[in-house]
């Protein structure tokens, strides 16, 4: 039932720790399955004989002097079709994501979002059975804190 769980509006504040995102804007996307993470590049390594990936990330739209460089490993490459259309071979990244006080790992697809108004879509698949989304709020589980996006920084 939807009394016992957590409402989320079409747009929230969220936080990637294991990424070094504190907080990125995210739109809450339910006809998307799978999450998304904006990055302006991804290079593919190896580390000990796995698959990984390096990529970097502008987690604030309209500023490109901001970076955040993460590095994650390898969950799966999977053809993706957008909103257009428009099928892409993407890498998909397991970690963690913060929304509110609730921690809970989230499959991520990798794609450079720069035009896009949201760096971040969190899909059907991160949302999960413990929220419910009212599109007509936005920002129920937090509002953004008044510092930079990296953790560290200022």
């Keep these: 039932m939807s ?7 079409w747009r929230e504040w969220l936080a990637f ?15 998307a399955r799978t999450s998304c993470l904006h990055a302006y590049f991804v290079e593919p390594f190896e580390r000990s004989g796995e698959a990984w990936v ?5 987690p604030r739209q309209g500023n490109t002097k901001e970076e955040i ?22 890498y998909v990244i397991e970690t963690p994501v913060s929304i509110g ?10 794609t450079d979002r720069d035009t896009m108004k ?16 009212d599109p007509a709020r936005s920002y129920v589980q937090g509002k953004r804190k008044r510092r930079s996006a990296r953790k560290g920084a200022r």
Excluded: M, W
Excluded at 17 to 31: H, N, R, S
């Design 3 to 9: 009394e016992n769980k957590l409402v989320l509006g």
């Design 17 to 31: 720790p294991e990424l070094g995102i504190v907080q990125i804007k995210a739109k809450v996307d339910t006809g």
């Design 54 to 58: 390096r990529f970097g990330i502008h």
């Design 69 to 90: 460089h993460c590095e994650a490993r390898v969950k799966d490459r999977r053809s993706v079709r957008d909103s257009g259309g428009h099928e892409e071979l993407r």
């Design 101 to 110: 006080d609730q921690h809970t790992p989230v499959e991520v697809t990798l």
């Design 118 to 133: 949201f760096r971040v879509l969190l899909g059907r698949s991160g949302i999960g059975e413990q929220y419910v989304v």
